[in-house]
């Protein structure tokens, strides 16, 4: 078994910063890719950013320049740091990753874990 859990989010104001974590734990042989995705009300999930095994970084254009995400290997976490928050960043955040489990050789399997709400509101 492979878990996903997120941490840090919260309310924020306009202008504010929140950082989030992600932890990977269970039958992990590695994490390779591992990103975060948001699902506003109403609209469809999108990726925010991501980093692959190789530390290719993707961003999504409305978060450059004001999102980071980072991970710590050994530790199997992921951050996204948050800064200049806007209100249309609100939304759940998920945290994804690729990952090989022991015992199944190099086949990699998509993970989501239960997602963490952000709240940007005055």
């Known amino acids: 078994q492979v878990q996903l859990v997120e941490s840090g989010g919260g309310l924020v104001q306009p202008g504010g910063s929140l950082r989030l974590s992600c932890a990977a734990s269970g039958t992990i042989f590695s994490v390779d890719a591992i990103g975060w995705y948001r699902q506003a009300p109403g609209k469809q999930r999108e990726l925010v950013a991501r980093?692959?095994?190789?530390?290719?970084?993707y961003y999504a254009d409305s978060v450059k320049g004001r999102f980071t995400i980072s991970r710590n290997i050994p530790k199997m976490m992921a951050y996204l740091q948050m800064n200049s928050l806007r209100p249309e960043d609100t939304a759940v955040y998920y945290c994804?990753?690729?990952?090989?489990?022991?015992?199944?050789?190099?086949?990699?399997?998509?993970?989501w874990g239960q997602g963490t709400q952000v709240t940007v509101s005055s």
């Open positions: 980093v692959t095994d190789d530390g290719t970084i």
């Open positions: 994804n990753a690729d990952v090989k489990v022991i015992g199944l050789g190099s086949l990699s399997l998509n993970y």
